[in-house]
């Protein structure tokens, strides 16, 4: 069995982070010993490792563009790495509506990462609707645009990071599309999450609209740099995201999930 661990890239939510993100994965049966909780300096990780004591903390960069290629480049060569944010609950299509998602977390991101060595690609997501009457019971290969909360990537994948300070989670997966030919969606399950929420970016650019602002600035600039892959939603709201991927699909299969 490869390496796997699960990463949580997290500032100012010490407390929350063991109720939400650290709370799901021992509920969908991952071991804590394979939980890495990633934050900014010193103080904040002596704050963290009191509120989750079983959970190792790690010291990496201020700033969630900075911290993913930390991340990336922690681990050895080759490692699975889940990414899911701090304040995620995972929910999955249970006909019309949306239910939490149960059974083993292992088994399903393993057979996640099988499909993706299967088709030489190195990344697979999920999707960042969780509206059962939008959901499908499918994975889609090729490329759609997949959450940012819960992700799954290999490690020392250094060319395929992003140097942006915001909307690197976008340009992760359309930099994984351009050097491997596509990544993989999977259509029924994703991560309800209460955006904008207290802590993380918005704590350190200084407030809710600081953080949009910089967000539409980040996310105009990503569809300027690859014109052919992504562009702007018209009549746009930041709060609900502006941008759209251009939908290219190779393969649909049954989901994992």
């Not at 998602?101 to 996640?112: H, I, K, T």
Request: hydrophobic share 35%; glycine share 10%; with cysteine.
């Amino acid at each position: 069995m490869k390496s796997l661990v699960f990463v949580i890239p997290s500032l100012g939510r010490a407390e929350r982070v063991g109720e939400c993100a650290v709370k799901t994965l021992r509920d969908l049966n991952v071991d804590p010993a394979l939980i890495h909780i990633f934050v900014a300096d010193e103080e904040e990780r002596t704050r963290y490792q009191k509120a989750v004591p079983d959970v190792e903390v790690v010291v990496g960069k201020l700033g969630i563009g900075n911290q993913r290629k930390f991340i990336n480049a922690y681990f050895p060569k080759g490692t699975r790495i889940v990414s899911m944010d701090d304040d995620v609950l995972l929910v999955k299509k249970e006909e019309n509506r949306v239910v939490p998602l149960g059974g083993n977390l292992m088994d399903c991101v393993n057979q996640a990462y099988s499909l993706c060595e299967e088709r030489g690609v190195r990344f697979w997501g999920v999707t960042d609707s969780v509206n059962g009457m939008f959901m499908k019971d499918e994975a889609v290969f090729g490329l759609r645009s997949c959450a940012g909360a819960f992700y799954g990537e290999y490690a020392q994948e250094l060319d395929c990071q992003s140097e942006r300070d915001h909307c690197e989670d976008l340009e992760k997966q359309l930099k994984h599309y351009l050097k491997y030919g596509g990544i993989i969606r999977f259509n029924n399950v994703g991560p309800k999450q209460k955006r904008y929420g207290g802590g993380g970016v918005i704590q350190q650019l200084g407030g809710m609209q600081e953080r949009l602002a910089v967000y539409e600035k980040a996310a105009l600039d990503l569809c300027a740099t690859y014109p052919e892959l992504i562009k702007t939603k018209k009549d746009y709201d930041p709060k609900k995201g502006i941008t759209r991927f251009k939908n290219i699909t190779h393969e649909r299969f049954p989901s994992v999930f």
